[in-house]
């Protein structure tokens, strides 16, 4: 079957640096996605990797190792506004179509 | 700016009832989904559209059908509301080439007493 894990919930300081991470068994894996969800509103795209390794975009880096099933989410210089959920999303080949899969999200509070 | 826009951001209805989601983008895209939300078990995807009139079942299929009239328009159907379709629906609709992230609509929020 396919599985996506993350942690439930993560606490960090106003300035710090947090990492989040996602591992995933998926079969026909075609790509990673990182979706960030402030409460009460729609899923917003972050980052995507296809490749392995690191892709940075502002304060927010993604990497990726498919030979490991892992991938995570990297924010600096954290500000109160990234208290969110982080959504990680598996793309999967299935029957021709592609497919996203989601995981639970990791609900990331951002203290002063 | 992209649009993915939802009917209704909140809905109640009762046991029974036949439920109408309707979502509606401006891209252009090929493909549409329909998910819902669940606390503790994140998205799960119960039916997407690669093309007009064209429709395939996701992990959580039952209870539910679509729609797929025009392109830029993706129905969800509750053929008999049951509280355990309580939940938040989200739609999200991506470009044919699959290389691009999904646009998702702002959710409806389904309270089925």
């Known amino acids: 079957g396919q599985n996506i894990d993350q942690p439930t919930e993560m606490t960090a300081t106003e300035g710090a640096i947090v990492q989040i991470n996602c591992t995933y068994q998926t079969s026909g894996f075609n790509g990673l996605f990182w979706y960030q969800q402030h409460a009460g509103e729609a899923p917003t795209f972050l980052s995507y990797n296809v490749l392995d390794g690191l892709e940075e975009k502002g304060r927010f880096s993604s990497f990726l190792s498919r030979s490991k099933g892992y991938s995570y989410l990297l924010l600096k210089e954290l500000q109160m506004k990234d208290s969110a959920s982080y959504l990680c999303?598996?793309?999967?080949?299935?029957?021709?179509?592609?497919?996203?899969?989601f995981g639970a999200g990791t609900r990331l509070a951002v203290h002063p | 700016d992209v649009k993915v826009t939802q009917s209704s951001r909140y809905l109640v209805k009762r046991t029974g009832e036949k439920v109408f989601l309707e979502c509606v983008q401006d891209m252009d895209h090929e493909n549409m989904f329909w998910y819902r939300q669940d606390p503790g078990l994140g998205l799960r995807l119960i039916y997407f559209?690669?093309?007009?009139?064209?429709?395939e079942k996701g992990d959580i299929p039952e209870g539910y059908s679509v729609s797929r009239e025009k392109k830029e328009r993706f129905s969800l159907i509750l053929e008999s509301a049951s509280t355990n379709q309580t939940s938040m629906y989200l739609c999200?609709?991506?470009?044919?080439?699959?290389?691009?992230?999904?646009?998702f609509g702002q959710g409806t929020r389904l309270t089925v007493v």
């Open positions: 999200a609709s991506s470009s044919g080439t699959g290389l691009t992230e999904a646009f």
């Open positions: 559209s690669y093309d007009v009139k064209m429709k």
């Open positions: 999303a598996v793309r999967v080949l299935s029957g021709g179509y592609n497919k996203l899969i």
